[in-house]
């Protein structure tokens, strides 16, 4: 057995995205950017091993977590310091219901070290919370921070940025290397922040036509705004709109998307 794939008598699954945090110094800057605190609703996604679970369990007396591995939710149950704490949801968070924890006042803080090979599904599926979070806190690759927080006219600029942005401040926290993990994955990490907006900035009328414009364009990052289009909006709408018909979608702003969608809204009803 290599040592790198066995961590805590646990051999890591990688079709679980097991990559595990040994690092205590960022281990504490983590913990120190969650900020936990007593009568907060906590919920831990992928708590693993506990390299999370326990610091937040020494701030506090409870809280939840969706673990899909059934040994790793077992180990979790037997915890010395942590099974009294925790109401542990075996399952994927990917299926998982985030408004079954509210209670009366209190929005959810969630966090986690992600599961990278889901990690961007699962972010357009808690975004669909976004109501019903305070905030979030998630390791992810950097490569996917990047792209949360990325800017029009950059190549990491894309359809999770326009979501992200839509609903969330997002801000970078943290970059983690290869090596605060066991075993240690192929890329750089990196910590977000993502703070749900109370009132939406831009809000949009049709979210099933934002969803359509931001896939149309980013399918096809290469093609002119005029030509991603072409099948919905004509150049002379696209220049009322404000949107240079010549420029690539990667250069639209998101108030742009967003008008462009409460359009085809209108235009549609
Ligand atoms: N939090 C631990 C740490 O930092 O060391 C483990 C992080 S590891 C990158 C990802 C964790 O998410 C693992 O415990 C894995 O079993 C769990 N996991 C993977 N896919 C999941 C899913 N769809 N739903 C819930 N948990 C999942």
């Not at 899909?68 to 077992?74: G, I, P, S, T, Y």
């Not at 979070?133 to 390791?139: E, G, K, L, S």
């Not at 801000?171 to 993990?181: G, M, N, R, S, W």
């Amino acid at each position: 057995m290599s040592s790198d794939q066995v961590h805590l008598g646990h051999r890591a699954r990688k079709r679980f995205g097991q990559n595990f945090l040994h690092d205590e110094y960022i281990i504490d800057g983590i913990v120190s950017a969650i900020n936990p605190r007593n009568g907060e609703t906590l919920v831990e996604i992928g708590p693993g091993l506990g390299a999370l679970t326990e610091p937040v369990g020494r701030e506090v007396d409870h809280f939840h977590v969706v673990e899909l591995d059934r040994d790793l939710a077992e180990r979790l149950r037997h915890h010395p310091e942590l099974s009294s704490k925790l109401t542990i949801h075996e399952g994927d968070a990917m299926q998982f219901d985030f408004k079954q924890l509210l209670t009366e006042g209190n929005k959810l803080r969630i966090f986690g070290n992600l599961p990278y090979n889901v990690s961007t599904p699962l972010i357009f599926h808690l975004l669909t919370f976004h109501e019903n979070v305070q905030d979030m806190h998630f390791m992810l690759q950097k490569e996917v921070v990047n792209r949360l927080a990325a800017g029009p006219g950059s190549k990491a600029y894309g359809r999770l940025t326009v979501m992200a942005q839509y609903y969330c401040k997002v801000i970078p926290v943290l970059e983690v290397p290869p090596t605060a993990f066991k075993p240690a994955p192929k890329v750089d990490s990196a910590v977000v922040r993502l703070v749900p907006y109370e009132t939406l900035p831009h809000p949009t009328t049709s979210l099933k036509w934002l969803e359509r414009v931001c896939r149309e364009g980013f399918n096809q990052r290469r093609k002119t705004v005029r030509n991603c289009y072409k099948q919905i909006l004509s150049p002379e709408e696209l220049e009322a709109l404000g949107v240079d018909p010549g420029t690539r979608p990667e250069n639209l702003s998101i108030v742009q998307f967003v008008e462009m969608a409460n359009y085809l809204d209108k235009k549609h009803a």
